[in-house]
């Protein structure tokens, strides 16, 4: 069963960055797409980032231009770079399959702070 573990969160002013991992095992991991997700407080989970075993990215709009997705198949980990944070970025931030894996294969995700 695959599984990720993200990390890399933190508390940030506004207009600053972070960068968040996640491990994933599992061999099928070079194969397959990932995503970012996040959560924030009262609403759904929804994805923000995109990456696919070939590299093509896609985002969503509000994070397009301050957000880069990407992976090293050699180490199962995909990266978040998140610049210019703004408040309405705070969330918890998860990774997973895009789309994603059973309920089950969630992980704790890391939580990300943008206040000043």
């Known amino acids: 069963q695959v599984q990720f573990v993200e990390s890399g969160g933190g508390l940030v002013q506004p207009g600053g960055s972070l960068r968040l991992s996640c491990a994933a095992s599992?061999?099928?991991?070079?194969?397959?797409?990932m995503g970012w997700y996040r959560q924030a407080p009262g609403k759904q989970r929804e994805l923000v980032a995109a990456?696919?075993?070939?590299?093509?990215?896609n985002y969503a709009n509000s994070v397009k231009g301050r957000f880069t997705i990407s992976r090293n198949n050699a180490k199962n980990t995909v990266y978040l770079q998140m610049n210019s944070l703004k408040p309405e970025d705070t969330a918890v931030y998860y990774c997973?399959?895009?789309?994603?894996?059973?309920?089950?294969?969630w992980g704790q995700g890391t939580q990300v702070t943008v206040s000043s």
């Open positions: 990456i696919t075993s070939g590299g093509s990215t």
């Open positions: 599992g061999t099928i991991f070079r194969i397959t797409a």
């Open positions: 997973n399959g895009e789309p994603s894996f059973s309920e089950g294969s």
